[in-house]
């Protein structure tokens, strides 16, 4: 029961659609760079390359055997090194994007964070923390001018 409790407390505080949002919006990501990697990056490197599909790259461990009647007897045995260089260029595209975007996210929230600029409004909870950093502040000049007298 103690288990159930947790539970609801966990997806009636928020948590849960935080995951469910942020899981959403990864697949949605993941096939942003998808296309990116393999349709964009990918063809001018195979262009720089004279062609060569890195998809396709592999290195033939043992070839395939047929019979006279062309039935694979023996299949192919293959390290598909290829794929692995195309998964590898898709995760530093997907960490260099999202390096980026949480750059640009970081900049964006410190700059509403900053009470003293008026170009963007600052959230409630900022600018009452500010307010009350003020008048801390200059209550504590108050205290120490009456207490020096």
Do not use: C, W
């Amino acid at each position: 029961m103690k288990l159930l409790k947790e539970f609801k407390e966990f997806a009636v505080k928020g948590n849960m659609m935080d995951m469910a949002i942020g899981i959403i919006i990864g697949a949605a990501f993941n096939k942003v760079i998808d296309v990116l990697a393999k349709q964009v990056i990918l063809p001018p490197l195979s262009l720089l390359s004279d062609g060569v599909n890195f998809e396709n790259k592999r290195l033939i461990l043992r070839d395939v055997v047929t019979d006279a009647t062309g039935t694979v007897t023996t299949a192919e045995v293959a390290i598909a090194y290829g794929k692995l260089s195309e998964v590898f260029l898709d995760f530093l595209i997907i960490g260099f994007t999202v390096f980026v975007v949480v750059k640009a996210m970081n900049k964006l929230r410190n700059k509403a964070q900053d009470t003293k600029d008026e170009t963007v409004v600052t959230p409630k909870d900022i600018e009452l923390l500010s307010d009350l950093k003020s008048l801390m502040e200059e209550q504590n000049k108050l205290l120490k001018a009456n207490g020096s007298k």
